[in-house]
């Protein structure tokens, strides 16, 4: 090898670890406010990123669902800093992020799940159709019913298959006669793609499922009461990659019906899945856009970071 | 989480696949390098030994360019890279390719040297042949430091630079037909250059393939069928 | 293998049988633990049962009982007052005079009627009722005999010596006779499972006290099962965590540790002093033990609330149901065996309390049977310690007797509980 290659090859490494550190501490130019923190708790907090704008397309037409200036606090400690998202009418959005980015906490307020943990208050606006949800004057319990939510663990009840999807319609008083409930679970078990492995086994106990018919059947759940958005929250993680397939591939078809909010650990199946990613870092939203963007060319040095695997 | 390690990946093994990646291509860059120095070196001062040399290494940049490939393939497999490491790769995949098409056009640039020196030299033509050969050099290497360096701005010089060969080229090709239509019994010979001023046209594009491809691993946008004003833009807005 | 692994896996092995012998001493331990505890329950069983089972028979005398109109004074059967007032002392008197015709001194002819129960009266009052026709008639009747014959009898089947008690020597030598005539033999007592307390043995039941259990526990189960399950669903997904529910708490579990007594003195101080309700009657019972077993079903309701998975209480407010609907229809029948159980075990303990009820005055002799919750009453440990009281010696088996019986519930009721748990369990 030549003089003028190997020089080339010391160049180029050296190039890798210089835009790396670029990374560490290139000063955003939009926000001039932000000095450059030396390592005081690491080469990048959150701190720097505070007060920055979301980059990308945070927000849409005709949003189902917005939130502005979400900022929620656990007693004294605050782990969303604020949050402004669209989510699209019929689209799937997938939340991303490293491990305790409060992407959960975020989906969980979205149907104020959020209110059973004591010390947890929110403040902001989240609103559905326009109509602001924290209104103190707003029933909890049909907002419930229209923002479904499936969760990362399947969690049947213990009654019969049958039991578990009609318990919605019934405590709603959505339907009047057995005949029409029937038809109700037939038709959510039909579009979870679950109907033809248990339509002879109606009154078995769901908990008697696979993990992955399970988490089918707690979909089905969810939609015997109609709900306009479901909000998933890691759905697969418990699953094994054929059961994760099935019902990513079940998302893409009730996509075509409903909003779909996904929280999800796996970059990957963000990817497969969603028409919009938002990436979280510590309480803050980093960037949302379009996924072949994010996944492709993402603008924000975190989200690059993260996606290429540098943490996590 | 306070530390964020933004220097390396997580996987040691993924952060040296990929340094290797980047690495092979420098290395099958500077060989290919050589084989356009030795080629028109050969044709310019009629050697038929160097020009030997050049075809006798040819199977070995082929080589090179079957194990990046698989290289690239591996890294896709394992490690499904996302983002900047995808367009790395991508690119090298690609970047591979114009390489070895140098490498074939410096073969044939050997080649014609190897028929002047047995036809007898041509009377026209040296002066193109040193300058369009100087000037695609120029590129490649240019473009390859843009590689090593992550240098937009050079890459662009590049495309650049490729329109100017291009109107040499023309130039040059229109010279060389009203010295045949001249001078019939020069007809073989001149064709001769004419064959290598072609395929050193060639290898200035294939050049500016390698700097298109450098922008789109760097900023994300593929120029490759943009108009120079465009691919200013792009780069400036970002 | 290097030199550091020889090493450890030789100290590993030398080691290892005297790991082996610790466990195997500390097995043996237990199980002298155990068969020493087995040992003392063999020993009580044992004990209790052979000195309770010759409770379950009573002795009766062949009679054959002339109901002669003039004796008795009764000239037509089907009228209730003249059966009422008839005089069956005289035709027994009769009957057994005529057994033993050589007692002719009046001291003679009184220990012969000695030897036969009071009760016999009463017996013969209620066959003469049930039978008019036999008026005139002679029928052999087995008559119940009195208790002092009814020990001796049994004593004779028994080891050692016969236990002759208060009988003299001639109504042992009549006894004798009798039996050699074989009109004398035990039957079962269905007397001990009909009657309520009498002061004589062989007249004396348990159904008294077994009734005034049995309200006293329905007042007790109707009262604390539902108040119980209602604060414990309060404290567990109502209540605010603050300095109040503490104290709550606190209490609550301070509570189950009070002294029984105390609970008594409450109820004699507040329900009988203060609300003026009546002594000694099943209501004010169950309110005492109300109060006793509140502890004990709160504790243990508010372990099976929390043994409710969250995920559960999740997935049915996610579904939209309020947060009664969810306790209601999911939190409660996933816990209700674990409530189911700990209702049942506080029932147990209610059933063998003491103390309590006789602060509030149960202890009393109570004849009659009582009809409702508002009848006085007595309850079967109580009854047990007025027995084991009393100087006859026939008291002495119906107590062991009666002990077998509140064995029995109390053992009944725990391997109640235990299925019940086993029925409803269900894995989620």
Known sequence: MDIVTEERIEKSKATTAESAVSLKKESNPMDSTVESKPAENGPAGVEQYLGQETIGTPYCDNPKMTARNVKVYYGEKQVMHDVSLDIGEHEVIAMIGPSGCGKSTFLRCLNRMNDTIDTCRIEGDISLDGQNIYDPKLDVVPLRARVGMVFQKPNPFPKSIYDNVAYGPRIHGLVNHRAELDEVVETSLKRAGLWNEVKDRLDQPGTGLSGGQQQRLCIARTIAVSPEVILMDEPCSALDPIATAKIEELIAELSENYTIAIVTHSMQQAARVSHRTAYFHLGKLIEANKTELVFTNPQHEMTEAYITGRFG | ?238 | MNKATQRTIDIVEKNLSKRYRAEKRFRLYGLMSIGFGLLCLVVLFTDIISKGLPAFKQTRILLPIEFNRDDLGISDATDPEQLRAGNYEAILRNAIRGKFPDAKSRRDKRALSAMLSNAASFHLQDTLAENPDLLGETVSTWILADDDVDVYVKSLDGFGEPFTGRLSEQQIGWVQTLIDDEAIRTQFNTTFFTASASREPEQAGILGAALGSLFTLVVTLLLSFPIGVAAAIYLEEYAPKNKFTELIEVNINNLAAVPSIIFGLLGLAIFINMFGLTRSVPLVGGLVLTLMTLPTIIISSRAAIKSVPPSIREAALGVGASKMQMILHHVLPLAMPGMLTGTIIGMAQALGETAPLLMIGMVAFIVDLPAGITDPATVLPVQIFLWADSPERAFVERTSAAIMVLLAFLIFMNTLAVWLRKRLERRW
């Open chain 2, 1 to 238: 989480m306070d530390k964020l390690n933004l220097d390396n990946h997580i996987s040691q093994q993924f952060n040296s696949d990929l340094e290797a990646l980047k690495t092979q291509l420098l290395e099958m860059g500077g060989l290919v390098e050589t084989q356009v120095f030795n080629a028109v070196k050969a044709i310019e001062e009629v050697d038929s030994e160097i020009a030997m040399q050049v075809i006798g290494d040819e199977n070995k940049v082929d080589q090179q360019e079957v194990d990046i490939d698989e290289q690239c393939t591996l890294v896709l497999a394992k490690r499904q890279p996302a983002a900047s490491d995808l367009r790395m790769v991508l690119t090298v995949s690609k970047a591979v390719r114009d390489l070895e098409r140098i490498g074939d056009e410096a073969h044939k640039v050997a080649k014609m040297a190897i028929a002047l020196s047995e036809e007898g030299v041509a009377p026209h033509g040296y002066t193109e042949l040193r300058h369009i050969g100087s000037g695609v050099q120029r590129m490649l290497r240019n473009s390859l430091d843009a590689f090593a360096r992550y240098d937009v701005e050079m890459a662009v010089n590049v495309v650049k630079e490729d329109r100017l060969i291009d109107q040499e080229y023309k130039t040059a090709m229109r010279e060389l037909v009203t010295y045949m239509m001249e001078d019939p019994r020069s007809i073989s010979r001149a064709m001769n250059v004419l064959w290598a001023l072609r395929s050193m046209e060639r290898i200035g594009d294939h050049a500016r393939n390698l700097a298109e491809q450098l922008i789109y691993m760097v900023k994300g946008k593929d120029v490759r069928h943009a108009s120079l004003s465009e691919i200013e833009q792009h780069i400036k807005a970002n």
